[in-house]
């Protein structure tokens, strides 16, 4: 039986493609065969940070309306044997999907797939309520800022009672915190909430912290997911995560700041 | 996919009876002022929870000599959010003119005892006392943009409370975690009902109406403490703190 994970946030620009990218890569990357589909119709980037947007031919929305088959709409990374992207519409918008359809999508799907991941677009609207509502697992990716937390407070609300889980009273979606960009220094000049905070206000198993780290934005600009950078802070740190996603238990690392060298304080860091 | 042999193919509906817990107004006199005035306190204290409410006006405590208009009083309520949606009781005339304005009648409550407390021998029966209704007790985290409304009770709830979210009660709420959100208790005007919690972080405290803020409350030194509220003489919210040293 396959296993959806969404990946989500309520707020923009905290690192859900990033994520999304990262995870359904490492996956893949330990044999389990992924797809990877982006939600956020109408404002597509997956294939961007995938590095497939000129392969899109079908994509999501023509496979819910029966334009094309899944088999035409899916895209076949070129690096990583066992990962699959089906790419969001980008001329549509999230009106166009439907329960029914991304449930005919989904069931399609689990019958070749062990994961699927979805990424969610922002907000708490419809496309983001699609890309929640037939989860097991729950990706909530958050920033160490407060109006991140919030919303991602208020998804998890959204995830207890808008899911399928929820509504049909089965078990409820098993959650992970992400907290992404994180910086230590500015943790500890106060600047920033840290790890303990986040958690307070959430309460939900902490999956992984991603450092702040220039490898994301490059990886991003070049289409490649960051954990393929395995010299980056950032790649290890989304490869812990994947490993705690698959039961292992992995030491947090990356939540303090690195000491600066004796000429990185004489000339600056 | 599949239907009960009952319904046809071609039938596009059923009829179903089915049972609803309606809110109601309980009109004691009317003036269009009062009323209007009354009933917008009433939904500022929980603007959320009113959105879009059906309720039904009850007219069984109002003299029958009296002639609410009952187009004004649709009005009044659909401009703050209030859906009237029948009445019940009321002299022939007011049902009457209700229905013209259109609002059906529900009945009228004839009180009547119920079978079952009829058939339980009680050691007193003449005594009507009301029956313990238990609190509700929440045991997940209340999240932001969540709403809890405890009806006739009090509220427990045995994890933290978002910042966004909003407890309701018309009687206590304990909160045995940080509260972050807000918080209303006695919201039908029970002014003894009180608020304990674990940890005030509260965005607002509110007991029958009269509340504080975050901004009041912030710079008290109870703030982040285990401190329970209540009215003094009916009107005043206090603040105390919980722990017996």
New interface residues.
């Given amino acids: 039986m396959a296993k959806i994970i969404v990946v989500t946030s309520g707020k923009g620009g905290v690192g859900k493609t990033t994520s999304s990218a990262a995870i359904g890569t490492g996956l893949a990357l330990r044999g389990h065969k992924t797809v990877v589909i982006d939600f956020d119709v109408g404002l597509r980037n997956l294939d961007l940070i995938m590095n497939c947007e000129r392969r899109v031919v079908y994509d999501f929305i023509n496979v819910v309306n029966n334009e094309a088959t899944l088999n035409q709409a899916l895209i076949k990374d070129k690096r990583v044997e066992t990962l699959y992207i089906l790419p969001a519409s980008q001329t549509r918008d999230k009106d166009a999907l439907t329960r029914e359809g991304v449930e005919k999508v989904l069931i399609e799907l689990a019958e070749t797939f062990e994961y699927i991941v979805c990424d969610s677009p922002a907000g708490i609207e419809k496309g983001a309520l699609m890309a929640l509502y037939f989860a097991d697992e729950a990706v909530v990716v958050t920033n160490p800022e407060v109006s991140s937390v919030?919303?991602s407070?208020?998804i998890?609300?959204?995830l207890?009672?808008k899911s399928r889980r929820a509504e049909t009273g089965q078990e409820p979606i098993k959650e992970h915190l992400l907290l992404t960009r994180y910086d230590p220094e500015r943790v500890e000049l106060g600047e920033m909430l840290g790890v303990k905070d986040v958690q307070?206000?959430l309460?939900i198993p902490l999956l992984g912290v991603i450092p702040e780290s220039e490898a994301v934005l490059k990886c991003s600009n070049q289409g490649i997911p960051v954990i393929l950078e395995s010299q980056s802070d950032a790649g290890q740190a989304y490869e812990d995560a994947v490993s705690r996603l698959l039961g292992d238990e992995r030491p947090m690392r990356f939540l303090t700041a690195p000491k600066k060298g004796f000429f990185k304080r004489m000339f600056g860091g | 996919m599949s239907s009960p042999a009952t319904s046809k193919a071609s039938d596009c509906f059923r009829l179903k009876g089915s049972m609803f817990t309606l809110s109601m107004i309980e009109l004691i006199h009317y003036s269009a002022i009062e009323f209007s005035n009354q009933l917008s306190r009433t939904v500022n204290q929980a603007p959320r929870f009113f959105q879009q409410m059906p309720v039904v006006i009850s007219l069984e405590h109002l003299a029958d000599d009296s002639t609410p208009d009952f187009k004004e009083i649709i009005e009044i309520c659909r401009s703050l959010k209030v859906n009237p949606v029948g009445i019940r009781g009321g002299s022939d005339a007011m049902v009457e003119n209700a229905f013209t304005a259109g609002l059906p009648s529900m009945g009228s409550v004839t009180p009547s005892p119920s079978p079952q407390r009829a058939q339980t021998s009680s050691p007193q029966p003449a005594a009507v006392e009301p029956s313990l209704v238990p609190a509700r007790i929440i045991d997940r985290p209340v999240r932001s943009g969540q709403q809890i409304y405890a009806r006739n009770t009090s509220l427990i709830v045995l994890a933290p409370v978002s910042a966004g979210a909003e407890l309701l009660a018309d009687g206590d709420i304990h909160v045995y975690a940080p509260l972050r959100g807000r918080a209303l208790a006695g919201i039908n005007g029970n002014t003894q009902a009180r608020i304990f919690c674990n940890a005030l972080e509260a965005e607002l405290l509110s007991i029958a109406g009269q509340y504080k803020l975050s901004e009041d409350l912030q710079h008290s030194e109870l703030w982040k403490q285990s401190v329970q509220a209540m009215l003094e003489d009916e009107s005043k919210l206090q603040l105390s703190p919980l722990s017996l040293s």
């Fill in positions: 919030r919303d407070d208020r998890i609300g959204i207890h009672s307070d206000i309460a």
